[in-house]
DNA sequence: ATAAAACTGTGATTGAAATCAAATAGTAAG
DNA sequence: CTTACTATTTGATTTCAATCACAGTTTTAT
């Protein structure tokens, strides 16, 4: 059995629109007739789902797993745009027109995925406008993230980016413990580089001066706890 | 007679509606609705619209003049994030829950705006779904253009910035002439260095080097002339 | 368990924009 | 039209992240 039956076995589709907050406002049978628009897909760490430049006529949903969305720079550097979770979604742009993609999507780890095609679903926009609201309002803050960042880029302050970034893992991936808030981070410091327009060493010594001040802990490369959250989002402003 | 009332003989609202993007798909009596829940109002030129922190329960779009949205920075700063003009709005945020502003919005010129209620909105786009279709697509725009910002702020490319900036006031507001297209600059040095992060100075020596290699023109401090868009193109990818 | 591969940390050097400091040009008010 | 004021340009210096180089560590694949 494939990895993909395996997982709609389990779920019979209703995880990615049940678990997904633009779609919370719908009852139990108008689930239902999303759900039946909705198709799946597997990808093992490190697969490409969108390639920039190709055709995206899909919304797609992020059932399980995580991506970063990047483009690349003139320099061939790849820019981090966002790192996507559970319940997110993309691809709502050019709704009315269909467009290439201007980013590509690659799974950070084993990813599955849900599916609707555009025209579907803006049959579902204008039977159910409460789900645009919440489309809306996710965009919202998906600007309201961006200008943040591009604040925090404005100002020639490294460190707040450094621990900016660090505080929004914390937020999305963090589990508290008797050492303090353990994170498993979802990139690697040149992720994290490409994600804040910096560099790997950057990162790096950044990093050692926080664990110098005894702000963070780091457990092996892939995770940190952070002793001292006041400190970092006190430098944030 | 004061300018509000003057504002509102000559347009009778409608060139609000009108002449928005967002209600492009309404017709006349559909317009004349939306015509009349909205209120106007004159600014002058340096006046404050919006304060950071106080509540915003309209949705504001822009009639005549423009306006700079704009944050502070840690260091006091100010960090502009767009240049709105006429047709533009903003305000669209947290249409569910009423919150309070995460910016600033002064007023650079004499500006009209026309408000609408968050409530009558809301109530609105339910009625007219398309209306939701218009506004996901210029919330996607603005992302699109964050996004580029974002990707040109994390390059070191300075030069980019700089010409990015001045191609898109030479297509907002340029005008062709036998000399190349003439832009009135919306923002001064410092307000464009405000715009993409960079200092007073270096947006000074970055223009005069465009002058020495003939490819703008400056009249004044507040008009260039653009002689080789080409080159400003190209140099931007 | 082990070896290969990938990633990370740190020192030395470089380079470019920030900062500091005047001088100059443009704008606005009367 | 003149004057005062404000914005801009330009030069000298400083600062700090990028870059280069390489050693050390962790992860992974077998």
């Known amino acids: 059995m494939s990895k993909n039956e395996m997982c709609c076995m389990r779920c019979n589709h209703e995880l ?3 678990r997904v907050q633009i779609f919370s406002e719908l009852n139990k049978e108008e ?14 760490k490190g697969e490409l789902i969108i390639i920039e430049g190709s055709t995206l006529d899909n919304l797609i949903i992020i059932n399980s797993g995580q991506v970063k969305i990047f483009r690349n720079t003139q ?18 742009k050019n709704l009315i027109k269909n467009q290439v993609a201007t980013f590509n999507v690659e799974a950070l780890e084993d990813t599955n995925i849900c599916m609707i095609k555009k025209s579907d679903f803006q049959t579902l926009l ?20 961006l200008e943040s960042t591009i604040q925090k880029m404005g100002t020639r302050n490294v460190e707040a980016r450094v ?21 498993d981070l ?6 994290i580089a490409n994600y804040i327009g910096l560099t790997r060493e950057t990162i790096s ?33």
Chains 1, 2 share one sequence.
């Open 16 to 18: 990615c629109a049940s």
């Open 205 to 237: 010594r950044k990093m050692s001066l926080l664990m110098d001040e005894g702000i963070i802990e780091m457990v092996g490369y892939k995770k940190i706890i952070i002793k001292n959250i006041q400190a970092l989002e006190q430098s944030i402003e």
């Open 163 to 183: 621990n900016a970034v660090l505080l929004e893992f914390a937020n999305k991936y963090g589990k508290h413990d008797a050492r303090g808030i353990l994170v």
């Open 31 to 44: 689930l239902g007739r999303v759900v039946s628009l909705i198709t799946r897909k597997h990808y093992s």
């Open 126 to 145: 204008r039977k159910f406008p409460d789900i645009s609201l919440k489309i809306m309002e996710e965009l919202s803050n998906r600007l309201d993230k």
């Open 75 to 92: 320099e061939g550097k790849e820019q981090i745009l966002y790192v996507f979770t559970e319940g997110d979604f993309f691809g709502e």
């Open 186 to 191: 979802p990139l690697s410091r040149e992720g």
